[in-house]
């Protein structure tokens, strides 16, 4: 079953590929090349990128500067990612449109839901910064929240690890994977930290499917996409 319609959720961290923190330019086209499978399936794909890579505002927050400013921060740092994504794309024949949540019109434009939605159904990868431009939220929740806006079938949420594990498997080797997960587990398991719990509670509220797993697989993403077995969905 394919989604007419897909957020993916990338991380800052992911972007940063083999560096410590910036962008991967290398990874970033192979993330292209990924993309357009999707694309070229005809899946119409919203991509919410994070900032970890440059900040997150509840660790940079202290010492003076304020939680809200540390959020702005952290927004610009997604900002940043968006930039690079948008350019490598279109340089890697991908045609997207970097539309942002945050006022910064020399940059990018701003995201207004009508021009979103022509981009999207024209085949073009909107690659959305800032996240929903609000502080005290991630870019998991802005991706929940985004999903909903634009009526994707699913939040596809790139992992280190190919979907949810009942332990951490970096440090249990007997891990057991879930397929499926209710909504409902993921929601209330304090061990299960996927994702933010308002980012999960926003999808559990409006039945909006997650899928948890690793998009630096070959292939991944377009099996997620495509509603085959990747990772972990995480449904009703
Ligand atoms: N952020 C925010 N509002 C949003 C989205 C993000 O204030 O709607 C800030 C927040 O400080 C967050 C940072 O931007 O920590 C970077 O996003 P996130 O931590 O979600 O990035 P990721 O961990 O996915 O790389």
New binding site residues.
């Given amino acids: 079953m394919n989604y007419k319609r897909i957020l993916l ?7 940063a590929g083999k560096y410590e923190g910036g962008i991967d330019a290398e990874l970033g086209a192979w993330l292209a090349g990924q993309v357009k499978t999707v694309i070229d399936a005809g899946i119409e794909t919203v991509i919410m ?12 927050a202290g010492h003076g500067i304020s939680r809200v400013t ?6 610009l ?2 900002m940043m990612n968006a930039l690079a994504l948008n350019d490598i794309f279109e340089s890697n024949g991908v045609e997207s449109k970097c539309m942002s ?1 945050i006022f910064a019109d020399q940059v990018a434009e701003p995201f207004i839901h009508r021009f979103a939605e022509d981009y999207l159904v024209n085949s073009k990868v909107v690659i959305v910064a ?13 991706a929940v929240s985004l999903a909903l806006e634009l009526s994707c079938g699913a939040v596809l949420k790139a992992t280190k690890v190919d979907g949810v594990f009942d332990k951490d498997p970096a440090i249990h080797k007997d891990a057991v994977k879930y397929d499926h997960l209710s909504v409902y587990d993921a929601f209330s398991n304090p061990d299960i930290k996927v994702m933010d719990k308002a980012a999960i509670g926003l999808a559990m509220e409006h039945e909006m499917p997650v899928v948890v797993f690793d998009a630096l697989k070959d292939g991944n993403i377009l099996l997620a996409a495509t509603g085959q077995q990747a990772g972990t969905l995480i449904s009703p």
């Fill in positions: 959720k990338l991380s800052g961290e992911q972007l990128v994070g900032g970890g890579n440059f900040a997150r505002g509840a660790q940079l540390a959020d702005h921060i952290g927004m740092g997604t949540n800032g996240g929903i431009g609000r502080p005290y939220l991630t870019t998991d929740t802005a």
